[in-house]
């Protein structure tokens, strides 16, 4: 990786968009190169990211990517598994939570699909309010966020990433896979969001839940078979993260799971 960030840019670095690409491009060339020369036939896998990522315009951060796969040139011959991390707030954003989930899948040559914050923060406000001018607010503020959440998937599409539908259109899905009144814990959402996954290409997801969290077995864990089901080709998977385990244990059951054709 090397750092893009608008503030790394302009007032550690003091380069150009140019310049700063120019860092990944010959970082890359530099790697295929003495690949070439020192390990020729070993089995190499390369990886690259723009640091600060948040912190980096979503269309820079992909014509960075882009011009180190130009110089890599991955192939077909190793497929990436497209994985799709649904579930539990914490374990399913806080590496924490999920000991570094995202770190193994990568470094196992998956790519990784996690849906934004946002999605939680409208289906909390919009299932969770209690009557009353709490909810009123809570409707105002719903609307609200909606148009910005729109707002940040066009730019996030526009730059060639993969997103989930807006809120909206994903709790319609919901009621396609499940019973939009399923609101306890994960509820509906999770049903949604793998349905939006498998849609969108991901036919392996993860159900990263913490264990011991009753209503998010219930109503999560409990849609699994129905959701298979009704999204032929799909490979949905339960994790707990149980502090009693060792990580080994839990990366082993998610290696022999999503080694399985889908």
Sequence with gaps: YNPTSVAQREQ???????????????????????????????DIRFEYSPESFTGTEPEFAAEVCNAVIDIWRPTAERPVKKVALVGDIYTKYCHLGNWDLEDWLTAHGCEIGVNGLTWHMLYYADTHLDGGAVRWVGRAGVAGLSRLQRRMADILQGAGFTVLPPYPELKALAAEYTN??????????????????????????LGVLPFGCL????????????????????????????????????????????????
């Design 12 to 42: 550690v670095y003091g380069m150009s968009r140019e310049e700063i690409k120019g860092i990944a491009t010959s970082g890359a060339e530099l790697c295929e190169q003495l690949r070439v020369e020192m390990m020729d036939g070993s």
């Design 180 to 205: 939009s009144a399923c609101a306890v814990g994960g509820g509906w959402l999770l049903a949604a969001e793998t349905a939006a996954w498998v849609r969108a290409g991901y036919a392996r997801v």
């Design 215 to 262: 209503p998010g077995h219930i109503y999560g864990r409990g849609q699994y078979a129905a959701l298979q089901r009704k999204l032929p080709g799909s490979r949905i998977v339960g994790v707990d993260y149980d502090a009693g385990l060792r990580d080994g244990t839990v990366a082993s059951r998610i290696r022999r799971r999503l080694d399985l054709e889908p």
